[in-house]
């Protein structure tokens, strides 16, 4: 007496999306801070160039879940961003069209 078991079938759209799911998960971003003392020493008020990696072209500051650094190190380059804006290194906003 054995029970019949009924195959799902799955759509091709219930796979492209499962595989997306996968391959999100597969390379976790690495804070570029964490590790490295070459780059921590960088992290300055006056290192206009590396702060600049950090902004949108509107001024913003990136998340860290799109810049990749961890929590510790998003707090310090925010400091770092708003003292180098206080310090007029940095504009507040972008330059008007």
């Not at 499962?18 to 998960?25: A, N």
């Not at 597969?26 to 300055?44: E, H, M, Y």
């Not at 206009?48 to 998003?74: A, D």
């Amino acid at each position: 007496m054995s029970k019949k078991v009924a195959k799902l079938r799955i759509s091709s759209r219930l796979l492209k999306k499962k595989s997306r799911r996968r391959s999100s998960l597969s390379a976790p971003k690495q804070c570029r801070f964490c590790g490295s003392t070459d780059q921590l020493g960088a992290l300055d008020y006056k290192n206009v160039s590396m702060l600049k990696s950090f902004l949108t072209e509107r001024g913003k500051i990136l998340p860290s879940r799109i810049s990749g650094t961890c929590n510790r190190h998003q707090r310090i380059v925010a400091n770092m961003i708003k003292k180098s804006r206080v310090m007029a290194l940095i504009p507040y906003c972008s330059p008007s069209m």
